[in-house]
């Protein structure tokens, strides 16, 4: 079977881990139970995935800690790193913009726009993000 990922799911990725930590560094760091708090309330299905994730990935033998997850469980930090992992765990990854001959300054303009508004709306509405 071949599973394709799309360029942009990369950045999204990317987004939502950096995102993770920095929740984790503002919420949660040193605070066990206000995690587990968070997590009951919300469910882990319902929150950011790298946190879902965690929630799953702890135990009583586990350090609290986000980091060391995230090495274990996601060893990526930007684009050719998350592009090399999923290579070597069997996925594709196409770049769509490439690949159509978009514009690529429309394409960048329209990134830049939503990835504003969706700072700007989507994570104000609620704080789970």
């Known amino acids: 079977m071949k599973i ?15 995102l993770a930590i920095e929740k984790f560094d503002e919420e949660f760091r040193g605070r066990k139970a ?7 309330y919300y469910g882990a299905s319902n929150i950011n995935v790298f946190l879902g994730g965690f929630a799953g990935w ?8 986000l980091r ?8 990526y930090t930007n ?18 913009v490439r690949e159509l001959n978009l514009d690529k300054t429309r394409i960048a303009s329209w990134k830049g726009y939503l990835k504003s508004w969706y700072k700007d ?5 609620d704080n789970r993000y």
């Open 34 to 40: 206000r995690f587990e708090d968070y997590v009951h």
């Open 58 to 65: 702890l135990s009583d033998e586990k350090d609290f800690d």
């Open 68 to 75: 060391n997850f995230l090495k274990e469980c996601a060893p």
């Open 4 to 18: 394709t990922v799309q360029e942009g799911f990369v950045e999204e990725t990317l987004s939502h881990r950096r």
């Open 79 to 96: 684009g050719n790193e998350l592009t090399a992992y999923l290579l070597e765990n069997g996925f594709q990854v196409e770049y769509s």
């Open 121 to 125: 709306h989507h994570r104000n509405k």
